[in-house]
C-alpha cells in the first residue's frame, strides 16, 4: 500500500533564508518605503547586514480607508537603531509616499548626507477588501495613490539620482500575487499591483542603456503581524473563492525575512543581468 507522506507529521519545516552576505552592499546605499514593520523592516535589515546604509521612509500614521492600524514614528525610529547597531549610517523619516515634494526633498537630502544611493525598494503599501462593485470612492483612492502612485513617485524622485550618478543601479518594485492573478475582493488593490507590474516593465526599458535593473516581487501570504480583517470576513463561507487563497507548499505563510532575502539577491549585482522580471515569492501559488 502506498505511504502518504504528507499525513506524517515528519516533515521538518524549511530553516529561514541564510545569512546574511556581509559584503554584498557594503559602499552602497538603499532606500526602502513603508520602512518601520514588516517586510519593508526585514529589508532594511537585510541591507545593512550586507553592508548598506539606509535611507527609510514611512508615513507613520493610521490611515482611514484599512483595518488595521499603521506603522508609527516609535516604529521607524526603532528600525533606525537596529541599522546603527549593525554599524551602518541611516536617514529615517516619516513621509507619506503620495505627497511627491516631501519624498524627493527626504531623498535628495539623504543622498547628499550618505554620499549616493544604489538601491530602491518601492514597497509602501496598503490593502482593504470588499466585492469590487462595492469599493467605494475614498477607499479605491487610496488604495491606488499608495500602492501605484506612490510607487510611481518612488522612482520619480530616485531615478535622476541614479542618472546623475551614473554608475547604474537596481530598482524593485513590492507587488502581489494580486498583481498576476484576479484574486476576489481585491479589486483595487489588484489594479494597482497589476499597475505596478507595467510601470516595472515600463521602467525597464528605459533603464537599461543605464545598466539600471528593474524588476517586480510577488509575495504571497507573508506574516507581518498585519490582519485584512474584512478579506477574512468574506471568504468565511465562500469555498468557490476560498480555494484561491490556498498553497499547495507545506508552509502556510511566508516570513518577511524571506522576502528580503529575495530582494537583497535581486537588487545584487550577483542578478546583474536579471531585469524586467516578476519574481513570485509565493510557495508555488501562480503555479496553479
Not at 500602492?147 to 513590492?174: C, D, R, Y
Not at 506574516?223 to 498553497?247: C, I, R
Request: overall charge negative; some cysteine; charged content about 20%.
Amino acid at each position: 500500500m502506498a505511504t502518504d507522506y504528507r499525513s506524517r507529521g515528519d516533515i521538518p519545516p524549511a530553516p529561514l533564508p541564510a545569512a546574511p552576505n556581509a559584503a554584498r552592499y557594503t559602499g552602497k546605499v538603499a532606500f526602502v518605503t513603508g520602512a518601520a514593520r514588516g517586510q519593508g523592516r526585514a529589508e532594511v535589515l537585510r541591507f545593512a547586514a550586507e553592508g548598506a546604509d539606509i535611507v527609510a521612509v514611512d508615513i507613520c500614521q493610521d490611515l482611514p480607508t484599512t483595518s488595521y492600524p499603521g506603522a508609527t514614528v516609535a516604529e521607524l525610529e526603532e528600525v533606525a537603531h537596529e541599522v546603527e547597531a549593525l554599524g551602518r549610517r541611516v536617514v529615517a523619516s516619516p513621509v507619506d509616499v503620495r505627497d511627491f515634494g516631501a519624498l524627493a526633498k527626504v531623498l535628495d537630502g539623504a543622498v547628499s548626507e550618505l554620499g549616493r544611493l544604489d538601491v530602491v525598494v518601492a514597497n509602501a503599501g496598503m490593502t482593504s477588501a470588499a466585492l469590487t462593485w462595492e469599493i467605494d470612492a475614498e477607499h479605491w483612492r487610496d488604495t491606488i495613490d499608495i500602492n501605484l502612485t506612490g510607487a510611481f513617485h518612488t522612482v520619480k524622485a530616485a531615478v535622476p539620482i541614479l542618472l546623475e550618478q551614473g554608475t547604474g543601479g537596481s530598482i524593485v518594485f513590492t507587488s502581489s500575487v494580486a498583481g498576476l492573478r484576479g484574486l476576489p475582493y481585491l479589486a483595487d488593490y489588484s489594479a494597482a499591483k497589476h499597475g505596478v507590474v507595467g510601470l516595472a516593465k515600463v521602467l525597464a526599458n528605459e533603464l537599461a542603456p543605464y545598466r539600471i535593473r528593474v524588476n517586480t516581487v510577488h509575495p504571497w501570504g507573508v506574516d507581518t503581524g498585519l490582519k485584512v480583517n474584512e478579506l477574512h470576513s468574506l471568504l468565511q463561507g465562500q469555498a468557490e473563492y476560498s480555494s484561491m487563497y490556498g498553497s499547495t507548499w507545506p508552509d502556510q505563510i511566508s516570513e518577511s525575512e524571506d522576502i528580503a532575502a529575495a530582494i537583497a539577491w535581486l537588487a545584487s549585482d550577483e542578478a546583474r543581468h536579471v531585469t524586467g522580471i516578476q519574481l513570485p515569492i509565493d510557495r508555488g501559488r501562480t503555479n496553479w
